[in-house]
């Protein structure tokens, strides 16, 4: 049974969890009212003037609605659910010590009951405004062009349909998430994915809802409705990671209303032992009732995760990462074992030149301007690197016309560049042309190839003009600093799941510090290998780019994303989305869940220890004002330990 509070604002308030928290002023309120009639009541009450009874006895009345009309309210709302709540136990306490007379002590308990819940109900909101800030973002209002008005027309943005084509101006967000189809411009997509740098929007280019467009005015045309946006899909995500419960979460609600029957039950037993047991007067019985009810309150118990998981994901999405619940920050923290993909999560993903062979005195800008005249009318992947490479080096393309030009399917391209011919590909190519392929070309392309990458020889018909391109998938530049960092982090075991040969994969581990590599991998294929990683009680994590990795991603005990904004496979797979495509967020996540993991434990203990110190100490005659400090004290504890999260640096991974 979940605690929680009315308008007022408790310590175990569930309200403020929601993505549609208000600041709680009504709390605050209440507990500043509290506070003054309460003071200005025992102030009244050291005077002994006519009349001052009265205003006494009033003031009180005032503190007690002002302090407890919230957890009155939350009371009786779930007794007529059949329900118990902490909220019982504290109005029960604060009306039973009013009862015996001990109306300051009453006083006392509601204030800093109100206080610790006022306090609780600004740290949640403190971790839940920010959404209601992303939803703000989203423009009402679109610029519509149809029917062939360059003008346009202002329409709502709910009332868009997909395809329709919208005019963005500079400095405008973006109404819709679409795709560029006029116009040039860079966009501004922090608030999806926290990347500070501004991103080139070309023709052909995806626009997110809410983004910012930069100095040009481009036409979108609308390519998801308005429900479906990367940013509405982001603020239902983190809704629902908001209202999952971890594990911790569930174990100490499954016994919370059992846990305030007992003590319900056990202060009544109290009650009447102290009487007719003891022969305490009623007076001094109750009062020790209401003592041991007061500090045997599970409040801090209750609010000691949620006040932690509810950091770790706002924390988290700071640093551009999405969890997709409270219950994946947890199981992230228990993780030893990383799997990474290898294409496009270890790797850029794009094939690039890493390397160009010549022999000593040949000419390379003649070669290489050869070569990329024949790769010019080729269909083949590696054409485009190639061609890329040449770019780069400002080489000038052959112009002369090419005759004789032939693709063999697997071996490689040839033809003839004023009457020279020039061949690119492996050594199949030119043995099927009885092409003597030098020996020390042949050399240098096993050595190449022995260090994972795919190798073209080029052989012309002119004399010592021959060579060899090294082509291969580079890895990230922050893959080995973020596997290192992983290390550091307590991560036992980090592994390559990949498709590709061996030989590849190998290189790739070893450049970015893996320990172990599966390689020639299908996709069910490496669901099984994480299922050989997970014996022995491993815990294992699976990074991939969200789209071949899919049955993985949902195989690991948490799935890991490489999800740039508008990735639909990463945002409905995975647990964790990398929001701006860096692995270098990794590191924090996994920081953040095992400090989160860490807070929690600390949080449990305190809250605990707090409740057994208290109820034993209720038999040494602890006064009720004592048990109030160390039950609301506690409970303010654990929620800004909780929140220490928010601003706590992480170390240098």
């Given at each position: 049974?979940?605690?929680?509070?009315g308008p007022?604002g408790?310590?175990?308030s569930?309200?403020t969890?929601?993505?549609?928290?208000?600041?709680p002023?009504?709390?605050a309120?209440?507990?500043?009212?509290?506070?003054?009639?309460?003071?200005?009541?025992?102030?009244?009450?050291?005077l002994?003037?006519?009349g001052?009874?009265t205003?006494?006895?009033?003031?009180?009345i005032g503190?007690?609605?002002?302090?407890?009309?919230?957890?009155?309210?939350s009371?009786?709302?779930?007794l007529?659910?059949?329900?118990?709540n902490?909220?019982?136990?504290?109005?029960?306490?604060a009306l039973?010590a009013?009862?015996?007379?001990?109306w300051?002590e009453?006083?006392?308990l509601?204030f800093?009951f109100?206080?610790?819940g006022?306090?609780?109900a600004?740290?949640m909101?403190?971790?839940?405004?920010?959404?209601?800030?992303?939803?703000q973002?989203r423009?009402?209002e679109?610029l519509l062009?149809r029917d062939?008005?360059?003008d346009g027309?202002?329409?709502?943005v709910?009332?868009?349909?997909?395809g329709?084509?919208?005019r963005?101006?500079?400095g405008e967000?973006?109404?819709v998430d679409?795709?560029?189809?006029?116009?040039?411009?860079w966009?501004?997509e922090?608030?999806?994915t926290g990347?500070?740098?501004?991103?080139?929007?070309?023709v052909?280019a995806?626009v997110?809802?809410s983004?910012?467009?930069g100095q040009?005015?481009?036409?979108?045309?609308?390519?998801k409705?308005v429900?479906?946006t990367?940013?509405?899909?982001?603020?239902?995500m983190?809704?629902?990671?908001?209202?999952q419960?971890t594990p911790t979460?569930?174990?100490?609600?499954?016994w919370?209303?059992?846990?305030?029957?007992?003590?319900?039950?056990f202060?009544?037993?109290?009650?009447l032992g102290?009487?007719?047991?003891?022969?305490m007067?009623?007076?001094r019985?109750?009062?020790h009732?209401m003592v041991?009810?007061?500090a045997a309150?599970?409040?801090?118990v209750?609010?000691?995760?949620?006040s932690?998981?509810?950091?770790a994901?706002?924390?988290?999405g700071?640093g551009?990462?999405l969890?997709?619940g409270?219950?994946?920050?947890?199981s992230l923290?228990?993780?030893?074992i990383v799997?990474?993909?290898?294409?496009g999560t270890?790797?850029?993903?794009k094939?690039?030149v890493t390397?160009v062979?010549?022999p000593?005195?040949?000419n390379?800008s003649?070669?290489?301007?050869?070569?990329a005249?024949?790769?010019?009318?080729?269909?083949?992947?590696?054409?485009?690197p190639v061609l890329?490479?040449?770019?780069?080096?400002?080489v000038?393309?052959?112009?002369?016309?090419?005759?004789d030009f032939?693709s063999?399917?697997?071996?490689?391209?040839?033809g003839?560049?004023?009457?020279t011919?020039?061949?690119?590909?492996?050594e199949?190519?030119?043995?099927?042309?009885q092409?003597?392929?030098?020996?020390?070309?042949?050399e240098?392309a096993q050595?190449?190839?022995?260090?994972?990458?795919t190798?073209?020889?080029i052989?012309t018909?002119e004399?010592?003009?021959?060579?060899a391109?090294?082509?291969?998938?580079?890895?990230?530049?922050e893959?080995a600093?973020?596997?290192d960092?992983?290390?550091?982090?307590?991560?036992g075991?980090?592994v390559i799941?990949?498709?590709?040969?061996?030989?590849v994969?190998?290189a790739?581990?070893?450049t970015?510090?893996a320990?172990?590599?599966r390689?020639?991998?299908?996709?069910?294929q490496?669901?099984?290998?994480?299922r050989?990683l997970?014996?022995n009680?491993h815990v294992v994590a699976?990074?991939?780019?969200?789209?071949n990795?899919?049955p993985a991603?949902a195989?690991?005990?948490?799935g890991?994303?490489m999800g740039?904004?508008?990735?639909?496979?990463?945002?409905?797979?995975?647990d964790?989305?990398?929001?701006r495509?860096?692995l270098?967020?990794l590191?924090?996540?996994?920081?953040i869940?095992r400090?989160?993991r860490?807070r929690?434990?600390q949080?449990?203990?305190f809250a605990?220890?707090?409740?057994?110190?208290?109820?034993?100490?209720t038999?040494?005659?602890?006064?009720?004002w004592?048990?109030?400090?160390g039950?609301?004290?506690?409970?303010?504890i654990?929620?800004?330990?909780?929140?220490?999260?928010l601003?706590?640096?992480?170390?240098?991974?």
């Open positions: 049974m979940p605690c929680h509070h007022a408790g310590p175990c569930d309200s969890s929601s993505p549609g928290a208000q600041l002023l009504v709390g309120v209440s507990t500043v009212v509290c506070a003054v009639l309460g003071g200005l009541a025992v102030w009244f009450n050291t002994h003037f006519s001052f009874e205003a006494t006895a009033l003031l009180v503190a007690y609605l002002a302090g407890g009309h919230g957890p009155a309210r009371a009786f709302a779930d007529l659910r059949g329900e118990l902490v909220d019982l136990l504290m109005t029960v306490a039973g009013a009862a015996i007379g001990d300051g009453g006083l006392v509601l800093l109100s206080l610790s006022t306090l609780e600004f740290a909101y403190r971790t839940t405004r920010s959404i209601e800030a992303l939803i973002l423009p009402r679109a062009i062939g008005n360059p027309q202002i329409v709502l709910d009332s868009l349909q997909v329709d084509i919208v963005v101006r500079p967000r973006f109404s679409g795709v560029v189809c006029e116009g040039d411009t966009a501004d922090a608030t999806l990347e500070s740098e501004p991103i080139h929007k070309p052909g995806n997110f809802a983004t910012i467009n040009g005015s481009v036409l979108v045309r609308m390519t409705a429900a479906d990367t940013l509405e899909r982001i603020v239902q983190v809704q629902e990671a908001q209202a419960k979460q569930q174990f100490v609600e499954s919370e209303r059992p846990y305030v029957i007992g003590v319900l039950t202060s009544l037993v109290v009650l102290a009487r007719f047991a003891v022969g007067e009623w007076n019985a109750f009062y009732a041991l009810l007061v309150s599970p409040c801090a209750v609010v000691g995760a949620p932690v998981m509810l950091s994901i706002a924390r988290a700071l551009g990462v969890f997709k409270a219950a994946h920050v947890e923290g228990l993780v030893d799997a990474f993909d290898k294409t270890v790797t850029v993903g094939p690039s390397e062979w010549t000593a005195g040949a390379v003649r070669l290489l301007s050869l070569a005249a024949v790769e010019r009318r080729s269909e083949h992947p590696l054409a485009a890329a490479e040449v770019r780069r080096r400002e000038t393309i052959s112009d002369a016309p090419i005759t032939d063999h399917t697997g071996l490689g391209v040839h003839h560049i004023d009457g011919w020039v061949g690119i590909g492996r199949g190519l030119f043995e099927k042309h092409i003597t392929v030098p020996p020390e070309l042949l240098q050595r190449l190839r022995n260090s994972g990458q190798t073209l020889l052989v018909g004399a010592g003009l021959f060579g391109i090294a082509v291969a998938d580079q890895p990230r530049p893959a600093p973020t596997i960092a992983l290390k550091r982090l307590g991560i075991q980090v799941l990949s498709g590709d040969h061996e030989r994969a190998q790739v581990a070893k970015v510090h320990d172990d590599v390689a020639g991998l299908l996709p069910d490496k669901v099984t290998e994480l050989r997970s014996e009680g699976m990074v991939g780019d969200g789209v990795d899919a991603l195989a690991a005990r948490v890991i994303a740039g904004a508008g990735t639909d496979v990463a945002l409905e797979v995975a964790v989305v990398l929001m495509d860096d270098r967020a590191p924090l996540a996994v920081w869940s400090v989160a860490q929690v434990r949080n449990m203990i605990f220890g707090v409740i057994f110190v208290l109820v034993i100490s038999f040494v005659s602890l006064p009720l004592l048990g109030v400090l039950h609301e004290g506690s409970t303010v654990v929620v800004f330990n909780g929140l220490r999260l601003w706590q640096k992480p170390p240098k991974l």
